[in-house]
Nanobody, 121 residues
């Protein structure tokens, strides 16, 4: 079993920064790609950024140049550094990981429970 726990959300002023963390815990698995998604009430969940096990990254156009995704494979943790935050970045941010069970080679998508980011003056 694999669990993801997000942290780092909160209330910030426009132009300020936040750093989100997502730690994977459990046993008997390896992690492939990891990513961050966000969702606001009444709208679809959207991709923010992804990172492969090899370090290749992908960003939504709306956050390019402002956000940076990184990972520490030794700690099974992915980070999202959010700079120059805007009110439109306000959302519930969710961590996602693709995991492979070492026994049976079963692939599972795992989601965290979310952390709220509010950008308001």
């Amino acid at each position: 079993q694999v669990q993801l726990v997000e942290s780092g959300g909160g209330l910030v002023q426009p132009g300020e920064s936040l750093r989100l963390s997502c730690a994977a815990s459990g046993s008997g698995f390896s992690i492939n790609a990891m990513g961050w998604y966000r969702q606001v009430p009444g709208k679809q969940r959207e991709l923010v950024a992804t990172i492969t096990s090899g370090g290749n990254t992908n960003y939504a156009d709306s956050v390019k140049g402002r956000f940076n995704i990184s990972r520490d494979n030794a700690k099974n943790t992915v980070y999202l550094q959010m700079n120059s935050l805007k009110p439109e970045d306000t959302a519930e941010y969710y961590c996602n990981a693709g995991t492979m069970m070492v026994v049976g080679y079963r692939y599972r998508e795992v989601w965290g429970r979310g952390t709220l980011v509010t950008v308001s003056s």
